[in-house]
């Protein structure tokens, strides 16, 4: 797969003196963000930012590493001022399958910085919000499997970045809420909290099919972008985003600072249904989100004829299909077991999505879909535990099969791509309050979509903690 903006598959290589740097600059800011919208970094939503008070809590129990400095993170919270750290880390193998059997470890430090804008200057309803991100490690399915939903939480973009620099305002009260600046459209469209408890990308984060047919950004890439949210009941809200489509932005060499507004386009729009989930509501909750999107620009056609041969059989470029390329999605998840009362979140939630980009000529992933289960609290004497089943399955397109088809038959060896199929089973202990391991084990069926490369077995472990 061609490098997608969100950095899916960046390149690697970046020095270690630059996490003890940023590690160095955290020192100043450790307390959890105040999310803006739906923003979940990866290994952040998870943990809880309540019970500051120094000495009311064990170190284990406490929400943070550092502990609350005698009193200082209060104090900063109280100023509006909420920093936060969070590292995470995977490591894992595949002693069954693949190109080769590897072993490797891949990391995300995440900086963030949220300013409460009321508390400190008296604007009412603002918020400004600024992270980094320093990444490290290899990636397992790049250099040892060759599949292309990686099997990494943290697989790609390896280097330091700069990601969000963005100001939150809420408007009418909570019926509009504006973000812009430098924002990713992924942290807040077509996702949803559930997806941050699997390593693998094709549901961590986002339906990762979208990311193989436009310019769509993820973190840790952000682009210039404005999204507006209106909430007209509390059940009920329609968002819509515009961003700066310009794919070369996520490149590693550019580190988040390249600032410039090339274009073209990307625009994305949702509308969600929240089931009992309001104040008093005794149902079982759920998350119901159709959305579509439209990224401008001229697209290469997959295939097409050319002195009877496929453009890459001819040598000539690819013919161009102006008018640009969209697609739509559904996302849906509803609890249908709860243990306790109407206020617990404990329980057994399935989940699907399912992305479409109806043009085959010139989209790499015309269908998505991942789906599973969640289940939140599985022993009631570990309540914060989260156990998961995960499927992830995409299909290529018919025409860039064609065109490989072709290109065999001049002589290439390029495989045929069909579809590739990833199975997750994962569960994640809340070892301490700022501590959680994650074992996960992953199959994956027919690597890359070509049949040419066994089906792997990965097994391995996350760890999160929380400063």
Same mark, same amino acid.
């Given at each position: 797969?061609?490098?997608?903006?969100?950095?899916?598959?960046?390149?690697?290589?970046?020095?270690?003196?630059?996490?003890?740097?940023?590690?160095?600059?955290?020192?100043?800011?450790?307390?959890?963000?105040?999310?803006?919208?739906?923003?979940?970094?990866?290994?952040q939503?998870?943990?809880?930012?309540?019970?500051?008070?120094?000495?009311?809590?064990?170190?284990?129990?406490?929400?943070?590493?550092?502990?609350?400095?005698?009193?200082?993170?209060?104090?900063?919270?109280?100023?509006?001022?909420?920093?936060?750290?969070?590292?995470?880390?995977?490591?894992q193998?595949?002693?069954?399958?693949?190109?080769?059997?590897?072993?490797?470890?891949?990391?995300?430090?995440?900086?963030?910085?949220?300013?409460?804008?009321?508390?400190?200057?008296?604007?009412?309803?603002?918020q400004?919000?600024?992270?980094?991100?320093?990444?490290?490690?290899?990636?397992?399915?790049?250099?040892d499997?060759?599949?292309?939903?990686?099997?990494?939480?943290?697989?790609?973009?390896?280097?330091?970045?700069?990601?969000?620099?963005?100001?939150?305002?809420?408007?009418?009260?909570?019926?509009?809420?504006?973000?812009?600046?430098?924002?990713?459209?992924?942290?807040?469209?077509?996702?949803?909290?559930?997806?941050?408890?699997?390593?693998?990308?094709?549901?961590?984060?986002?339906?990762?099919g979208?990311?193989?047919?436009?310019?769509?950004?993820?973190?840790p890439?952000?682009?210039?972008g404005?999204?507006?949210?209106?909430?007209?009941?509390?059940?009920?809200?329609?968002?819509?985003?515009?961003?700066?489509?310009?794919?070369?932005?996520?490149?590693?060499?550019?580190?988040?600072?390249?600032?410039?507004?090339?274009?073209?386009?990307?625009?994305?729009?949702?509308?969600?249904?929240?089931?009992?989930?309001?104040?008093?509501?005794?149902?079982?909750?759920?998350?119901?989100k159709?959305?579509?999107?439209?990224?401008?620009?001229?697209?290469?056609?997959?295939? =097409?004829d &050319?002195?009877?041969?496929?453009?890459?059989?001819?040598? !000539?470029?690819?013919?161009k299909? /102006? @008018? $640009?390329? #969209?697609?739509?999605?559904?996302?849906?998840?509803?609890m249908?077991?709860?243990?306790?009362?109407?206020?617990?979140?404990?329980?057994?939630?399935?989940?699907?999505?399912?992305?479409?980009?109806?043009?085959?000529?010139?989209?790499?992933?015309?269908?998505?879909?991942?789906?599973?289960?969640?289940?939140?609290?599985?022993?009631?004497?570990?309540p914060?535990?989260?156990?998961?089943?995960?499927?992830?399955?995409?299909e290529?397109?018919?025409?860039?099969?064609?065109?490989?088809?072709?290109?065999?038959?001049?002589?290439?060896?390029?495989?045929?791509?069909?579809?590739?199929?990833?199975?997750?089973?994962?569960?994640? =202990?809340? &070892?301490t309050g700022?501590?959680?391991?994650?074992?996960? !084990?992953?199959?994956?069926?027919? /690597? @890359? $979509?070509? #049949?040419?490369?066994?089906?792997?077995?990965?097994?391995?472990?996350?760890?999160?903690?929380?400063?």
């Amino acid at each position: 797969m061609a490098d997608s903006f969100g950095g899916r598959r960046a390149s690697r290589a970046r020095p270690l003196a630059a996490a003890v740097l940023w590690i160095a600059l955290g020192c100043l800011t450790l307390l959890p963000p105040v999310a803006c919208g739906q923003v979940l970094h990866p290994g952040q939503g998870p943990f809880s930012h309540e019970k500051l008070e120094h000495g009311l809590e064990s170190w284990f129990d406490q929400p943070y590493l550092a502990g609350n400095w005698g009193g200082l993170r209060t104090t900063l919270l109280d100023m509006g001022i909420t920093p936060s750290v969070v590292f995470v880390t995977d490591v894992q193998g595949n002693p069954v399958g693949g190109q080769t059997h590897g072993f490797r470890e891949t990391n995300n430090l995440d900086l963030d910085l949220a300013m409460d804008m009321d508390k400190l200057a008296g604007l009412s309803g603002s918020q400004f919000h600024v992270s980094f991100s320093v990444r490290n490690g290899t990636s397992l399915s790049d250099i040892d499997i060759g599949n292309v939903f990686n099997v990494a939480q943290t697989c790609c973009g390896h280097t330091y970045r700069l990601v969000n620099v963005d100001w939150t305002q809420k408007l009418f009260g909570d019926l509009l809420e504006v973000r812009g600046g430098r924002i990713a459209a992924g942290d807040e469209f077509m996702t949803s909290i559930l997806y941050g408890y699997f390593l693998q990308s094709g549901i961590d984060g986002n339906a990762e099919g979208i990311f193989f047919n436009v310019p769509m950004t993820v973190y840790p890439v952000a682009t210039w972008g404005i999204r507006a949210q209106v909430t007209p009941i509390p059940q009920l809200y329609a968002m819509a985003g515009v961003y700066n489509g310009d794919p070369t932005l996520g490149q590693n060499s550019k580190h988040g600072v390249d600032w410039t507004m090339r274009g073209p386009l990307f625009t994305i729009g949702e509308v969600g249904f929240l089931l009992n989930q309001t104040p008093g509501a005794t149902g079982l909750p759920g998350n119901y989100k159709v959305g579509g999107y439209y990224a401008a620009g001229d697209y290469p056609d997959l295939y =097409f004829d &050319v002195q009877g041969g496929a453009a890459s059989v001819s040598g !000539l470029p690819p013919l161009k299909h /102006p @008018g $640009g390329n #969209g697609g739509f999605y559904f996302l849906l998840d509803q609890m249908v077991f709860r243990h306790g009362g109407p206020e617990s979140r404990r329980g057994l939630i399935p989940f699907v999505s399912l992305v479409f980009a109806p043009d085959t000529s010139i989209n790499t992933m015309p269908f998505f879909m991942n789906g599973g289960l969640v289940y939140r609290g599985p022993f009631a004497s570990r309540p914060h535990d989260r156990a998961g089943l995960g499927v992830v399955y995409g299909e290529f397109s018919s025409q860039l099969a064609r065109s490989q088809r072709a290109s065999r038959s001049a002589g290439n060896p390029v495989g045929i791509q069909s579809y590739e199929l990833a199975l997750e089973l994962t569960y994640r =202990f809340q &070892v301490t309050g700022w501590l959680r391991m994650q074992p996960n !084990l992953q199959y994956i069926i027919n /690597p @890359g $979509g070509t #049949g040419q490369i066994p089906d792997a077995l990965v097994a391995g472990f996350q760890l999160s903690v929380n400063f």
